[in-house]
């Protein structure tokens, strides 16, 4: 099968509609890639729904790497993208660029994300020159929970939703390739999208974008400390695990597991040797 690129995602815009799944992991990259989505996303949503942390900021580079090099072992058509952690890219430009190469080198990704607007363009134009392949992301941005206060729509004012617009722009011109809209009015998202050039994928942004993001253990229902509006329950995983493990552990006790079909037996010869006078 052919593999997604940068070229593939572009072309979209405006033809055909961009899916993308996070994914922390082999077995579920594997999967997702096999359903056929375009991008998987190795979020740093990591930190919240696989290592338990109540924000994504403890999340480190190594997380990161450590996780992506599975999922990119897992994905053999779609597009790995990798988030760049909570100040992995505010130090200097320097140190983005050590950091970026790592995480390219490291893991086999074919790109970074990095949340922020026209404050973080001088950075991304240097990882595009680099040719490092960057998708942007603005409107809520979870690595600036502690400065917000929390995961609240953003865009509702006119100044709010034109300086989200003027982010969009500046992010095209440094040579962003794709941009992640989170939790903005489906009206400025639309605006956004028709203004420019590059797709958007939104996630609490509603249907007019270019695509669209979901946390997969949100979508298939393996994270259950919250729900947000935008999400979509395509499965309940939590139950179906937990139902799985309570048979399990019923038949253990009353050994209705393992039966003959789940054991080994030894040559009839060698039992009575070992065991025939017993
Ligand atoms: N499991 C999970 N899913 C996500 O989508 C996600 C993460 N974790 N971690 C990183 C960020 C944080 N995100 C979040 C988290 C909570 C809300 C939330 O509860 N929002 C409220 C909206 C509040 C308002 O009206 O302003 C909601 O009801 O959707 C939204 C995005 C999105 N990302
Ligand atoms: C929700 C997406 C866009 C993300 O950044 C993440 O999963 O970390
Ligand atoms: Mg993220």
Partial sequence: MK??????????????KISVLTAYDYPTAKILDEAGVDILLVGDSLGMVVLGYDSTVPVTLSDMIHHGKAVVRGASRAFVVVDMPFMSYHISIADTMKNAA????KTGAASVKLEGGVEIC???SALTNAGIPVMGHIGLLPQSVNQVGG?????KTVDAANKLLQDAIALEQAGAYAIVLECIPYQLAKAI???????????????????????????????????????????KLHESIKEGAKQYIE????????????????????????????
């Fill in 3 to 16: 593999k997604v690129t940068t070229a593939t995602i572009r072309n979209k815009k405006g033809k055909e």
């Fill in 151 to 155: 995961y609240s729509i953003q865009g």
């Fill in 102 to 105: 790592e995480i390219m080198q």
């Fill in 251 to 278: 038949e253990v006790r009353t050994e209705a597991f393992p039966t003959m079909e789940h054991s080994f037996e030894m040559k009839n010869d060698v039992y009575l040797k070992l065991y025939g006078g017993k």
């Fill in 193 to 235: 999208t028709e203004q420019i050039g590059i797709p958007t994928i939104g996630i609490g942004a509603g249907v007019h974008c270019d695509g669209q993001v979901l946390v997969t253990n949100d979508m298939l229902g393996l994270y259950d400390n919250f729900t947000p509006k935008f999400v979509r329950q395509y499965t």
């Fill in 122 to 124: 001088d950075t991304i």
